[in-house]
């Protein structure tokens, strides 16, 4: 019968008080899926309580309607179902739901059901007293009916044992279990991800960030100090297994690199290090190339696993590898500065520069699982740490009014690095960046553009300067002073707004003018930079904090003007 199995549910049984209902609840939240409990079905249906059922119509009749009941409930799909504790038992019951579920049993110790079921009567007197707890000897009761139907929670695929867990690790358990079935069991069809609301963040995982949600895969961003030690476990959850191969650069290996190792060691992956030397120069073909040296040499295999721990630059030229190498490996993000854990980890865009230009051999190519440890921050560079902060505010001026708020309220936790709120911050920037590339996830709809809020006069300013005088985030940083006051030129935003952005850039130590350079070379950077030869540059402008439009008809000389006014002290 199992061949034939098509599973599209999640199955949880197990005996009264094992915490079923809260539990598919739970696990229905974190996959975004449907929950449905077959005995609150039954009362919703009959209008009667279960044990007034019983009491009333006999248990044969209460049979009768769980199995009409189960029979509905199995042909939902992408559901959670809680079913009752004695419905397994049923081999009618049993057949249908192993067909069309993947069955969870959840199991506990006598003792600790007995526990269980006290306390919620207690709780609720209003409920009627379980059946169950109303006999003379209510352990021995559970002891008895827990053994007769043993032999049917066996036949569940998974059994967890729930004594001593939380709802939360219950659900993560069962979460973990389905991923792990539906890969070691080739007659169980994988279990499908519903459409989640993409670069949301979600309630349920207090590590999850935000969700990705492209056409060509779907992944979760983790975000929390202290994360890298679940490095292992989040890996595992994500059914990644192999060879793990290390991509990173001398100064966060030499801060990061046995760490991480160990962790891998301990959960299971063999483990190997490429170490590049740290740099832009380092994002190259040669490098590339001396990377499928290395893969090749260590016998790399499809279902290997590539990491990317570093920077942006890090993770540019490791994924621009894992997608070309034996066509494409499975890779994870593990971003150490600010700038990759708020922008370059998201999105997919991987590759390496031309001698001729930066990025311009590259790829889309998704991760499996982006982890961002804000902890790791606390070795980064100040000036780089400074230059991450404004793509962080680039995100709340395109998109979230709210977040501008919250980052004026904080900027001096946030500046210290204070954990919760630096991690809170982070996965909010890194949401807003999912919810954009989710939209568009191969720049094709114009959607991603917004994010090059700020990055027409930056790009302008980083090439006059041969990518020499400025970080990325600092030109970022001039450059979203520059489109503001544009935007307040053209009639589109007040000055207050300008004012507004300008002090929190300058809160965060960031620079809002520069000076020394000829404009024209700025200007004549841009042209160069822009994407479509004879169109006219698309410009990112401001309507408002946190809402942000797209203007190509912007005068020359309105752009020069800003210019102009960005080099007056
Ligand atoms: N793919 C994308 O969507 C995207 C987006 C933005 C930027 N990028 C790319 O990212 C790169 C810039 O990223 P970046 O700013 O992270 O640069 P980077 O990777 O060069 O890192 C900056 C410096 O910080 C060091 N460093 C990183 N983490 C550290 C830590 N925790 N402790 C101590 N030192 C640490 C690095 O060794 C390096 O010297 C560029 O190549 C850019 O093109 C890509
Ligand atoms: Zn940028």
Request: net charge negative; glycine share 8%; aromatic share 6%.
């Amino acid at each position: 019968m199992k061949s034939d199995r098509r599973i599209t549910n999640l199955i949880i049984t197990g005996f009264s008080g094992t915490g079923k209902s809260l539990v598919a609840m739970e696990v229905a939240l974190r996959l975004n899926w449907d929950f449905l409990d077959t005995d609150d079905e039954i009362v919703k249906q009959t209008g009667k309580p279960i044990a007034e059922i019983f009491r009333q119509d006999g248990e044969a009749r209460f049979r009768e309607l769980e199995r009409e009941t189960i029979r509905k409930a199995c042909q939902q799909r992408q559901t959670v179902i809680a079913i009752g504790g004695g419905a397994i038992v049923d081999p009618q019951n049993y057949e249908l739901l192993a067909k069309t579920g993947l069955i969870v049993c959840l199991e506990a110790k006598p003792e600790t059901i007995y526990e269980r079921l006290f306390r919620e009567a207690a709780r609720d007197p209003e409920t009627v007293v379980r059946p169950l707890l109303a006999v003379d000897n209510p352990l021995e009761r559970i002891r008895q009916l827990k053994a007769s139907r043993q032999p049917h929670y066996a036949k569940a695929d998974w059994t967890i044992h729930t004594d001593g867990l939380t709802i939360g690790e219950v659900a993560e358990e069962v979460i973990r279990a389905s991923r792990l079935l539906s890969r070691t069991h080739p007659h169980l069809s994988p279990l499908p991800s519903r459409e989640r609301k993409s670069g949301s963040q979600l309630e349920s995982d207090d590590d999850i960030a935000c969700v990705v949600e492209t056409g060509t895969q779907s992944y979760p961003v983790f975000v929390g100090c202290g994360l890298l030690d679940k490095l292992g476990e989040k890996m595992k959850q994500a059914a990644l297994s192999g060879t793990a191969t290390v991509i990173s650069d001398e100064n966060v290996f030499s801060l990061y690199g046995s760490k991480v190792e160990g962790i891998l060691k301990d959960a299971g992956f063999a483990v190997n290090s490429f170490v590049v030397p740290p740099g832009e120069e380092t994002k190259s073909m040669d490098y590339a190339i001396k990377m499928y040296d290395f893969l090749v040499n260590h016998r790399a295999e499809r279902d290997d696993i590539i990491i990317a721990l570093g920077g942006g630059m890090v993770g540019d030229l490791a994924g621009f590898v894992a997608a070309t190498f034996l066509r494409g490996m499975p890779w994870m993000q593990v971003p150490t500065s600010l700038v990759a854990m708020v922008d370059a980890s998201i999105g997919g865009k991987v590759g390496v520069n031309h001698p001729e230009g930066k990025n311009l051999i590259g790829a889309f190519y998704q991760p499996n699982l982006v982890l961002a440890d804000p902890q790791t921050l606390t070795t980064l560079p100040k000036r780089e740490l400074t230059s991450g902060w404004a793509e962080v505010i680039k995100h709340g001026m395109i998109l979230d009014e709210e977040f501008v708020q919250f980052m004026e309220s904080n900027v001096s936790r946030l500046t210290k690095l204070e954990p919760e709120l630096l991690a809170r911050a982070i996965a909010r920037s890194a949401a807003i960046k999912a919810q954009v590339v989710s939209q568009d996830e191969k720049e094709r709809e114009g959607k991603r553009t917004i994010l090059n809020y700020g990055h027409t006069i930056a790009h302008g300013l980083e090439a006059a300067t041969q990518y020499k005088s400025f970080l990325h985030g600092e030109a970022v940083a001039i450059g979203m002073v520059g489109a503001a006051k544009l935007s307040q030129r053209l009639g589109l935003l007040p000055s207050a707004a300008v004012e507004r952005q300008q002090a929190l850039l300058q809160k965060f130590d960031l620079p809002t003018g520069f000076s020394g350079l000829d404009l024209t070379e700025i200007t004549r950077a841009m042209e160069l930079d822009k994407k479509v030869k004879e169109k006219a540059i698309r410009w990112v402008l401001l309507q408002d904090i946190g809402k942000a439009v797209i203007r190509s008809d912007v005068p020359q000389q309105d752009v020069l003007a800003i210019l102009q006014e960005l080099t007056e002290p």
